[in-house]
């Protein structure tokens, strides 16, 4: 019983402190010197470098890219962080690869009975297998694949799967959030001993099957699962015909492997076996680096809990004629932005916890740099991190006669889009709120705060890899415009004077949240990205 009071009362007084004002206005705001080390000038000094076409548009697996690194770990040298990386550089080795499965060689054949059924690659399955594969296993369907003792859950429970073929049925997203990647999907199967695993996606998925394939049809660039997770089996993507007949060895419609369910699906061994085939065509490309670094934090023990500083440093590629996307506002003017809070965070009182700054590599590549360093080898383990202040396109403003319909979403000199603040945690959005009132005092536009909005900004940044393991984060973009992803990205359209003062309030914030007494509240669940 006095557990039971104890606990509630804990909970009351928890919900207290976000229903009420979290006092942020009471917090001590950095010291002045500090807030003065970010400069527009400076601003503008590290991005006429970083966004100049020598530099070739730093896409991720050039030279340029390999040189912005450099740049930028020196820096972070010179203001006395120390490298993050598990070889204690700065540079976290990321593995790219480029491939594409030879689907004339690549083919399904399921056998039940006397009944042989053939699918080809693309049509009936995709894949990204990592390598080439020739193997013949029984087939065992587990559910929706989950394997977490540490939540008290395991579809693998009582089953044998070793050296067979496992069957997933569609996830319920949203509930499968909780997971860790060896918790789940390929992950766990790998962890049981499978020799391959055929994954169902949902049908609001399928719905575009024929795109995916076509694309999936291509030479694709991502990374290295070989490298990723160690070990690595073949991991097929059923299409509707594959999952008609996987569907029919379970006396089931298609629909009860497609539609996730509050009741998960009973696992079950098939009376049928497959045969793989996997022939793939992979060639190594150039290393690629996320850039990370380490402040160490003042107090003895909260210096053990972090609080993240991001951008990504990468754009796109030079064209074969040589014209170059410097990418000064996408996202030269995060990379500078992190680069100059970080400066500043090393002027004055170090904070109470420690700051990682990361500049991922191959966000335009599909946020490559941050899966790799939250869901495979973290510099840092993800329970440790406190939250993510996420810098992303923040350099532009509209003027008063701007009226360019490709601008009309660019905010002007006194606006910014905040996304996510509130997706977490409750108060670190009211801190937030109650730190840019007593700065720079921006307007806060909301408009793309809905993750549901249909351009989806709150999944398109590298935040979105931390705040689905359940980490806070805030999102800064000041709007798309007349030169995103286009070659008149450059440094004279940049306001280093708004920059300036995005970054004062950027600082102030990861400030007194570094300085809490108390770790940031998390009151809600992290939202899956729609598929």
């Known amino acids: 019983m006095k557990q039971f009071l104890l606990r509630r009362a804990v909970a009351i007084a928890a919900i207290a402190s976000i229903a009420l004002p979290v006092g942020a206005s009471n917090l001590p705001l950095p010291a002045p010197e500090a807030t003065a080390a970010i400069t527009a000038r400076d601003l503008k000094r590290h991005l006429s470098f970083l966004a100049s076409d020598e530099l070739g548009g730093r896409y991720t697996l050039s030279s340029g890219n390999r040189i912005a690194a450099r740049y930028i770990a020196s820096q972070l040298e010179f203001y006395g962080f120390h490298g993050a990386a598990r070889d204690g550089s700065f540079f976290q080795k990321v593995p790219i690869v480029t491939q594409k499965i030879d689907s004339g060689s690549t083919g399904l054949t399921i056998a039940s009975g006397e ?5 080809k690659y693309a049509d009936d399955f995709i894949s990204s297998a990592p390598r080439d594969a020739a193997l013949t296993g029984e087939l065992i369907f587990v559910g929706q694949g989950i394997s977490s003792p ?3 859950r395991d579809d693998y429970a009582g089953l044998d799967v070793t050296n067979k073929i496992v069957v997933l049925a569609a996830p319920d997203e949203r509930a499968q959030a909780k997971y860790e990647t060896a918790e789940k999907g390929e992950g766990a199967a ?28 291509r030479e694709q660039t991502g990374l290295d699962r070989r490298s990723v997770h160690g070990k690595s089996v073949p991991a097929l993507l059923a299409g509707p015909p594959l999952i008609k007949s996987l569907a029919a060895l379970l006396g089931k419609e298609a629909g009860y492997l ?12 098939l009376a049928a076996r497959a045969d793989i085939k996997m022939k793939v065509e992979a060639k190594p490309n150039p290393q690629a680096q996320n850039v990370a670094g380490i402040l160490e934090g003042a ?15 990468d754009h796109l590629e030079t064209t074969p004629k040589g ?17 100059e809070i970080a400066h500043a965070l090393a002027v004055g009182p170090r904070p109470k916890r420690s700051i990682l700054v990361v500049f991922h590599t191959g966000e335009e590549m599909g946020l490559l740099g941050s899966e790799y360093n939250t869901d495979y080898e973290p510099v840092v383990p993800l329970e440790k991190l406190v939250a993510d202040f996420n810098i992303d396109m923040v350099g532009r403003s509209r003027t008063v006669d701007n009226l360019d319909v490709r601008d009309k979403e660019l905010t002007d000199k006194d606006s910014l889009y905040i996304i996510g603040a509130d997706k977490l945690s409750t108060e670190l959005n009211k801190l937030s709120e109650q730190t840019n ?6 307007r806060f536009d909301l408009t793309y705060n809905d993750e549901n909005h249909p351009q989806h900004f709150y999944y398109r940044s590298d935040h979105y890899n931390y705040a689905k393991h359940g980490i806070p984060i805030i999102f800064y973009f000041t709007g798309v415009h007349r030169d995103y992803h286009r070659t008149t990205d450059d440094v004279d359209k940049i306001d280093f004077e708004k920059m300036e003062r995005i970054d004062r309030m950027i600082f102030a914030t990861g400030w007194r949240v570094a300085n809490l007494d108390h770790r940031l509240v998390v009151d809600k669940k992290p939202a899956p990205a729609p598929q």
């Open 115 to 119: 009944t042989k059924q053939s699918f």
């Open 150 to 152: 540490r939540t008290g």
């Open 190 to 217: 790998i962890k049981h001993g499978a020799a391959a695993v055929i994954l169902t996606p949902s049908s609001a998925f399928l719905s575009a099957w024929s795109q995916i394939k076509f694309y999936e049809s």
């Open 258 to 269: 497609t539609n996730p369910s509050a009741k998960p699906p009973e696992p079950l061994k």
């Open 299 to 313: 107090d003895p023990k909260l210096k053990n809990e972090y609080v993240v500083f991001s951008a990504h440093y």
């Open 323 to 339: 014209e170059v996307y410097n990418g000064a506002d996408d996202d030269g003017s995060g990379t500078v932005s992190v680069l």
């Open 437 to 442: 009132a007593d700065t720079s005092r921006m």
